[in-house]
C-alpha cells in the first residue's frame, strides 16, 4: 500500500524504496506509488515529474535485481490536502477539519468540490496520463477525484457537526459532492491502457449516507471500459472478514457482487485494500470469494506489523492465489 503519513502531516512524499520487500521477493505482484499533486505541479502548467521519475526507476532497479518476481506499480495522486497553493488560490482559502475516530487531529484541505480545483485537477491529470499511460511498469492508477482528508473519494468527512458546519459554510454541499463524482471517470479519461481503481463506500449526506447514488457511479465504473472510457475496477477500502455483512460498507459489497456477475467480457474488474493493519486468511478469502484481482496491504508502521505479522510462505500463496483466481480457504 505504500506508506501514507506523508500526505497526513501535508509533506513530501520521499521516493519509493521497494528494498523493504527484499525478503519478501514472490510475495507480492505490486506496490504503490504515492505522490502529491503538489509535488508534481508546484505551478500551474509546470510540471516536475522528477519525483514520479525517481520513484519508477527506484522500482525498475529492484526488478532488475529480482527478475523472476519483479513488482508492477499502482500509482496513486493524492488531492484534497496536497492541492498546489496555486489551485488554493483559484478555489479559495483551504478549509480545516478533524480527522480520527474521536477528532485528534486536524487536516487543511483543498475546495476539492469547487469548479476551479475540479478543472485544474482534471487537467493535471490528462496531463499525468499523456505522460506514463503508455509505461508498461504503471498497472493501475487510483481514482482520488473529489477526495478530500484521505485518498478515498466517497470519504467526506462530514460526518462530525463541527465539520459538518465548516464544510457546508464553505459551500460543500451533497449535490456539489455528487456532481464531482459523477465526472470523476472523465478525470482519468486519458488513461487508456492503465486501468483505474475506485474506492466505493456509502456517500454521506449529513447526516445520513445514500447507497443509492454511490451504486450509480459503481455502475458506469463497470461499464466505463465499455463505453470508451478507462477501464475502471470495482473496490473499497474497508476490506476485513466482516465487510460484506457490516452494516457501514456491506451493502457496497452487494453491489460489487451484482455488477461482478456481469457476463465477459464486459464483466468488471475488482480490488480492496484492507480496513487497516491487520491482516488474516479470513479477509483474503473474502477478496478471492469477490474475485479480486489485488489486495493492497499495509506495511508495518511502528507498533503495528501490517504484512510483516504473517509469513512470507503464506503471502507468496496468497499472492499467487489472487493472479490464478483460486479461492483461499481458512
Known sequence: MGYQGPYSDDQ??????????????????????????SQ??????????????????NVSAWNLQHPSTPLGVKLRVFA??????????????????????????????????????????????????????SNPLIRAVSVSSCSSSTGEPFIVPVAGRVNSATLLGAGW??????????????????????????????????????QSFTNSIMADCASSGASGGPQCL????????QAPTSKAIGSTYAEIAKLEQTPEP??????????????????????TAFHASSV?????????????????????????DLIQGHPITC
Open 12 to 37: 513530501p512524499f520521499p521516493p519509493t524504496d521497494p528494498s523493504a520487500l527484499d525478503a519478501y521477493a514472490g510475495a507480492f505482484s505490486g506496490i504503490v506509488v504515492n505522490e502529491s499533486w
Open 40 to 57: 508534481l505541479e508546484p505551478s500551474a502548467g509546470v510540471y516536475d515529474w522528477a519525483p514520479l521519475d525517481t520513484s519508477l526507476a
Open 80 to 133: 484534497g490536502q496536497s492541492a498546489p497553493d496555486w489551485v488554493v488560490a483559484l478555489s479559495g482559502p483551504k478549509v480545516t477539519v478533524t480527522i480520527g475516530l474521536h477528532g485528534e487531529k486536524t487536516v487543511s484541505v483543498g475546495r476539492f468540490w469547487t469548479t476551479p480545483f475540479r478543472q485544474a485537477w482534471s487537467t493535471f491529470q490528462h496531463a499525468l496520463a499523456a505522460r506514463y499511460d
Open 173 to 210: 454541499s451533497v449535490q456539489a459532492q455528487e456532481t464531482c463524482l459523477q465526472e470523476a471517470l472523465a478525470d482519468y479519461s486519458g488513461w487508456h491502457q492503465t486501468p483505474v481503481t475506485f474506492a466505493f463506500s456509502p456517500l454521506p449526506t449529513a447526516p445520513g449516507f445514500d
Open 234 to 241: 470495482l473496490g473499497n477500502n474497508g476490506l476485513s472478514s
Open 266 to 287: 464486459d464483466r468488471p474488474g475488482v480490488y480492496f485494500q484492507t480496513v487497516g493493519s491487520p491482516l488474516d486468511c479470513q479477509a483474503m478469502s473474502v477478496a
Open 296 to 320: 493492497e496491504v499495509w506495511p508495518p508502521i511502528g507498533r503495528l506489523k501490517g504484512f510483516s505479522a504473517i509469513p512470507v510462505a503464506t503471502l507468496a500463496q496468497w499472492n499467487q
